[in-house]
């Protein structure tokens, strides 16, 4: 048996601007994860097991677009390429890539404790964490680039044109500065800080929001390059106030961020009404996270007043809350 886990995310700055080109802040959120457990079976196949989104199926019975069934048949087709060609270098040329690699008789159990489609990565999460059960259970090594390069591929089947930040920070699982196309660069929290995280309980896909805001882009691509610059300096200012250890000036960051979120039209009456009542109870600052539409916000809190904020969520509407620290 091989088991494998990957936590969640949530961006603190900069969505939407970030597949611009813009920078954007992330962190892993621990509290929730993926876990993929996979062990030999006595069932011809590969059994997959996910009782979160009600799967039970032969991979076989899946279209090869499925979520599950995309990452399954990627690693096969990677894997089998390059133990070809390791063959073929072997014994100059003599062995077909064509027909390598088959399965073994697989019972494949997924769970997660992340909310599907709330932003906080549950797609990249089972992606990175059924990846790193297959490449162990079959003994095909995988570097942390080469894992976080496959969950991106997986990631644009999904939705369009990701940024590319949820595979990033739950691969590594460290805070992360993200631009895209550039290197990763992690960065040092001078001072831990204290985030609350409500989810709106609405299921909202990312590929049709980040749609969305291109659509806008594309009608006034001067007005909205304007805007994703102003995202991308918010973005900027955050990250050295972290580092600095000056977390509590993040809070009228994360005001700003979120009115220009609005401006985009990618956040909700419930993520709004959810913002304003953290705010009210105390937070310094809160602004939605994620694609919008629904999903999280999070809010910016004293630790001694998370609790308080947490309660005051959960009136407001929220199906649920996670304190976390950022760290």
Do not use: C
């Amino acid at each position: 048996m091989t088991t494998a886990s990957a936590p969640g995310k949530i961006i603190l700055f900069g969505e939407h601007a970030v597949v611009y080109g813009r920078p954007a802040l992330a962190v892993p959120v621990t509290q929730v994860h993926a876990d993929v457990e996979i062990l030999g079976s006595d069932s011809t196949g590969v059994l997959i097991h996910a009782p979160g989104i009600n799967l039970h199926a032969d991979l076989n019975t899946l279209p090869s677009d499925h979520p599950v069934a995309s990452v399954i048949h990627n690693f096969l087709f990677i894997s089998r390429i390059s133990r070809a060609e390791r063959s073929r270098s072997d014994s100059e040329g003599a062995v077909e890539a064509r027909g390598e690699g088959k399965f073994p008789n697989l019972q494949i159990n997924i769970t997660s404790t992340i909310p599907v489609a709330s932003g906080l990565g549950s797609g990249a999460a089972v992606t990175v964490a059924l990846l790193r059960a297959l490449s162990s259970y079959l003994n095909y090594p995988m570097t942390e680039e080469e894992v976080n390069a496959f969950a991106y591929d997986i990631e644009k089947l999904h939705h369009g044109t990701p940024s590319g930040i949820d595979n990033t920070v739950v691969t590594y699982a460290k805070p992360v500065y993200f631009i895209k196309g550039q290197p990763i660069e992690t960065f040092k929290v001078g001072t831990p800080f204290t985030i609350v995280i409500a989810d709106t309980g609405i299921s909202a896909p990312t590929k049709e929001s980040v749609a969305d805001v291109r659509k806008l882009w594309e009608a006034d691509k001067m007005k909205w390059e304007g805007v994703f610059d102003e995202v991308g300096e918010i973005a900027r200012a955050a990250k050295e106030k972290i580092e600095t250890g000056d977390w509590r000036l993040l809070g009228e960051l994360m005001n700003r961020n979120h009115a220009l979120l609005q401006e985009m039209t990618v956040s909700s009456p419930e993520l709004d009404a959810l913002v304003e009542a953290a705010r009210k109870a105390g937070a310094t600052g809160a602004k939605l996270s994620g694609g919008g539409r629904g999903g999280n916000m999070i809010a910016l809190a004293e630790a001694e007043k998370a609790d308080d904020i947490s309660s005051a969520l959960m009136s407001a509407g929220a199906k649920n809350t996670i304190v976390t620290q950022v760290s």
